[in-house]
């Protein structure tokens, strides 16, 4: 069946479809309504927010300081919220993602509970359409995606999952009903970011908890505190120094390069620096401390003690300790974030179960069975993470020009120039797509939005205009990609399943999923590539649109 057969027939038509309604689908609405195009966003939840949206678990909340976790592209905006806490949780970010909805009158333009199934390129007319679940069909000029980078989540690969009889929750799909866990023995699947949130959280009511661990996370103190009035007029006050500061940071964040490095440092003072940045909290404890931790294997190695040290430090029992030790540096898996985790080890309702020596055997109707022997739960919670970045848009039916999926395209992994276009899907553009910053994501977002504006605004003063990246310029951005990734130490990170080298899910290409040359860095990319009239890029009448068109003309 041909793209134009299997897809029911367009209602109507706007210059712009937008994916998702989190962070970037937002921030889009705004860039394009100050360039007067027609615009739909579509929305599978029933509310904006994004990841916010959907990550309901029991502790979700950022792990970057909210002063630099928003929008900066409203002054007023800026002035008028008040952030509570340091890293403010899920139903706080809900709250402000929806603030900005309502104060920029942008739900007029969202349709929620609208997943899209299917986005095809059609030539003849260089137009998209856009399919829902639902069946309703719809076309525009430009395509953009601002579906997310963690958002098709993995399911419980384990034999019997669906025997069980008790109450299966997945992280990323949480009710929005609370849970209790009152009474309940809870199994907690995984040991990354988001289960290290949960676990602290669960085990202040649950009778008991146990943590099912494949490969330990290097979990850094969130050191979360209440933001007072003075704290937040500090902010406000120094929100330029601030933009700025993560305009030249290499992760986004506000924080300046330490200029130093653990090399030849004296050991003592080295020891200093880490408890310092241990003590400050979140990621200050690696951009804050020493700047070779990604690129020296001996200075990496000091900090990965230090942390190892904590860990045996905290954790009273031994043997839990060792085992909550990663064996791997820092950084070659995303560090997590969290308040009390180590704690919760000398907790009575607590355990640990290392999956190396006791893998799962099988679900039973009543819990789990490893060791041998069936353990009964009442609730098991799946945080088994996600098919990251490129997941969300190989997911869904997506053509471009001569019927291309987007899953052919990216089979040897993603292929993409600056993160935002793809060769062979004119006019569909990406917000936090592949090959863009591992970095804080609402900056980056801001960056690639701009960036569409401009590139639109370019393609709108041809007739039937058209921009997609050369062919060259795609596998350049590629080849980058890996000079990069072979400058850290990080391709060590296949070794231990790691997510943004594609190695947590089973044949997936392991490829680098991120630029990993900085957000700053990127950022000067992306300001070379306007200034540059989008080098790299072919922008003219679609030919076969033009043809078209004449002939139309002439009949
Ligand atoms: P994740 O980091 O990929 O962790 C998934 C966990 O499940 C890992 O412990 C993994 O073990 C385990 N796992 C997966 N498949 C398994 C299997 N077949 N058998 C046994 N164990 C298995 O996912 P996540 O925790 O959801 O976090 C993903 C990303 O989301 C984070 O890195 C972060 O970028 C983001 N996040 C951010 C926040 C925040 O900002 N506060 C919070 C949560 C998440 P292995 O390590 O052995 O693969």
């Known amino acids: 069946m041909s793209a134009a057969e299997d897809t029911p027939p367009v209602s109507t038509h706007f210059d712009a479809i937008i994916i998702g309604a989190g962070f970037g689908g937002l921030r889009m609405i705004y860039e394009l309504r100050q360039r007067g195009l027609s615009l739909r966003l579509f929305e599978a939840a ?9 990550n309901r678990y029991p502790g979700a909340r950022t792990d970057t300081e909210a002063w630099a976790y928003c929008f900066s592209f409203s002054k007023e905006l800026q002035d008028e919220w008040d952030w509570p806490e340091r890293m403010p949780t899920a139903p706080q970010m809900r709250d402000y993602l929806g603030h900005v909805a309502d104060r920029f009158d942008m739900r007029k333009d969202i349709q929620f509970n609208s997943r899209i199934r299917s986005a095809i390129y059609n030539e003849a007319e260089n137009s998209w359409t856009v399919t829902t679940e639902h069946g309703d069909s719809f076309s525009c000029t430009y395509l953009i995606s601002a579906s997310g980078l963690l958002t098709i989540p993995v399911k419980p690969p384990f034999p019997g999952v669906d025997d069980y009889q008790g109450e299966l929750l997945l992280s990323s799909r949480w009710p929005k009903e609370p849970v209790s866990f009152a009474g309940k023995r809870v199994a907690l699947l995984g040991s990354g970011s988001t289960a290290v949130q949960m676990l602290p959280v669960i085990a202040r009511s649950a009778e ?36 700025s500061q993560v305009r030249n940071h290499v992760f986004a964040f506000p924080m300046t390069p330490a200029n130093r490095i653990a090399r030849g440092t004296p050991s003592d003072e080295q020891q200093r620096v880490f408890e310092s940045g241990w003590e400050k909290g979140g990621f200050r404890y690696i951009f804050e401390t020493f700047d070779d931790l990604l690129v020296d294997e001996e200075s990496n190695a000091i900090a990965s003690e230090f942390v190892r040290n904590k860990i045996r430090a905290i954790v009273d029992d031994p043997k839990t300790a060792e085992l909550l030790c990663p064996t791997y540096p820092l950084m070659v898996k995303r560090p997590a974030v969290s308040n009390f985790y180590y704690e919760c080890f000398n907790k009575e309702n607590v355990s640990l179960v290392d999956l190396n020596s006791q893998p799962i055997e099988t679900f039973s109707e009543t819990g789990i069975r490893y060791g041998g022997e069936n353990h009964e739960f009442d609730i098991v919670i799946s945080a088994l993470g996600f098919d990251a970045v490129t997941g969300t848009l190989t997911n869904i039916d997506l053509r471009g020009r001569n019927g291309l999926t987007m899953k052919d395209r990216w089979a040897e992994g993603p292929r993409t120039y600056l993160g935002m276009m793809v060769d062979g899907f004119p006019n569909m553009f990406m917000i936090s797509g592949p090959q863009s910053p591992f970095a804080n994501i609402p900056p980056v977002i801001e960056g690639a939005v ?30 980058h990609m890996n000079e990069i990734l072979d400058a850290t130490i990080l391709r060590k990170g296949e070794a231990v399943h790691c997510w943004f080298l594609g190695a947590n899910i089973p044949g997936k290409p392991h490829e680098v999923l991120f630029y990993l040359g900085g957000a700053n860095q990127y950022f000067g990319e992306l300001d070379r590539s306007k200034e540059s009239g989008f080098s790299g890029f072919t922008i003219g009448a679609s030919p076969r649109a033009r043809d078209a068109m004449l002939e139309r003309q002439a009949s």
Not at 46 to 54: A, P
Not at 213 to 239: K, W
Not at 451 to 472: L, S, T
């Open 208 to 243: 008991h908890v146990t943590i099912f661990q494949r490969t330990p996370s290097y979990v850094l103190p969130g050191r979360n505190y209440p933001l007072d009035d003075a704290e937040r007029e500090e902010i406000r006050t120094n929100y330029d120094k601030l933009w």
């Open 46 to 54: 029933s509310d904006v927010g994004g990841t916010w949206y959907w």
């Open 450 to 479: 701009l960036w569409i504006g401009e590139a639109i605004a370019q393609i709108q003063k041809i007739e039937n205009g058209a921009m997609e990246p050369n062919p060259e310029a795609v596998e350049r951005w590629r080849a």
